[in-house]
């Protein structure tokens, strides 16, 4: 083999291996290039998965104080449907209170209620003798039908006439401009036992406190429609 030769196949293996090297560089940068898009790939899902989960939770707590905010504002609105209805029904309560002033200027027919508070306190008490306070107005109204009072009680009870003391202290006068924010009565009697143990408080203010107590379900229901449980 001569030089010719010799150099030719030189030639020729460099030219193999400079392909071949260039093969090997290609699926080198190829290879890389695969590696780098799919961790590139990871890199962006990834980032995607955390914004996506950044934005569930930012729009979770919107939604959260958006409850919150609603709830809020609901039960203020309750609340204040509430304090409309109370002041709606304390408003009635204050015009039957000043009805009641109306009742002892009609003479015949308070004495004979008077009569009634009378009986009906006998009958609950059920006393031989009873402490009778009423107010100081009214003092000649009860003397009026004290007598009659005791006679009803002694028939309905089937005992004897009870004997009543018509206390030296009475009761707190109507309210008045003069006397306002004072304690007062409208009206009635209260009925006790000797020893004090027992006592049946029937002014006008306490049967109206008895009946608002009892109807106040109905009014409500009248006034506001069906309550709820």
């Known amino acids: 083999m001569n030089d010719a030769d010799v150099s030719k196949q030189i030639q020729q293996m460099v030219r193999f291996i400079r392909q071949e090297a260039e093969e090997k560089a290609n699926e080198i940068s190829v290879s890389a290039e695969e590696e780098f898009n799919i961790e590139k790939l990871q890199l962006v899902e990834a980032e995607k998965k955390k914004i996506r989960q950044e934005y569930e939770r930012k729009e979770k707590q919107v939604q959260i104080r958006k409850k919150i905010e609603?709830?809020?504002?609901?039960?203020?609105?309750?609340?204040k449907v509430?304090?409309?209805q109370d002041d709606l029904v304390n408003s009635m309560k204050?015009?039957?209170?000043?009805?009641l002033l109306n009742v002892s200027h009609h003479h015949h027919s308070y004495e004979h209620l008077l009569k009634d508070l009378i009986v009906q306190g006998l009958l609950r008490l059920k006393e031989p003798s009873v402490l009778l306070r009423c107010r100081k107005a009214d003092l000649h109204h009860v003397g009026s039908v004290l007598h009659s009072a005791k006679e009803e009680y002694a028939e309905k009870a089937k005992v004897h006439p009870p004997e009543i003391i018509v206390d030296d202290i009475h009761l707190?006068?109507?309210?008045?401009?003069?006397?306002?924010?004072?304690?007062?009565?409208?009206?009635?009697?209260?009925?006790?036992?000797?020893?004090?143990?027992?006592v049946f408080e029937n002014t006008l203010d306490a049967r109206l406190d008895v009946v608002l107590r009892k109807k106040l379900p109905e009014i409500r229901k009248s006034l506001f429609g069906q309550v709820a449980a």
């Open 82 to 84: 509430l304090q409309a």
């Open 94 to 99: 204050e015009d039957a209170s000043k009805e």
């Open 70 to 79: 609603y709830s809020m504002q609901l039960n203020a609105s309750r609340i």
């Open 172 to 198: 707190p006068p109507a309210p008045s401009h003069h006397n306002s924010h004072g304690p007062f009565c409208s009206g009635g009697v209260v009925l006790a036992s000797r020893d004090g143990k027992i």
